[in-house]
């Protein structure tokens, strides 16, 4: 039996259309920021934002929206549980990472 493994492929970059398809083949009760006021993510209000960013924990693509909010360096809005200001923190951490 070969524990060999098949070359990886590098994973495409999430984009905001392929969040958008996955989202919508959820039921909309089951997006948090669909099924409520979604003025709250994008609130300039850091505790609105807490609230939002805790209320994507329940959402079921929460880790592709947070991709999704990462790689188009989202300014602003919270994307799967990640704030504006997570989301620079995050990005900063990788570029020194890189160093
Ligand atoms: S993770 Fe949060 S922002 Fe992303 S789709 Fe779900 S509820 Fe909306």
Sequence with gaps: MSTAHPPTRPMPAITPEML???VLRQP???IPCLARDGELWFSPRMAE???AAALCGACPVTHTCRA???AIRAA???W???TPSNRRRSEDAGRNAAR
Excluded: C, I, M, N
Aim: charged share 45%.
């Design 28 to 30: 909309p009760e089951r």
């Design 20 to 22: 958008r398809d996955l």
């Design 49 to 51: 934002q807490r609230k």
């Design 68 to 70: 999704a909010g990462r």
């Design 80 to 82: 799967g549980g990640e």
């Design 76 to 78: 602003y809005g919270v």
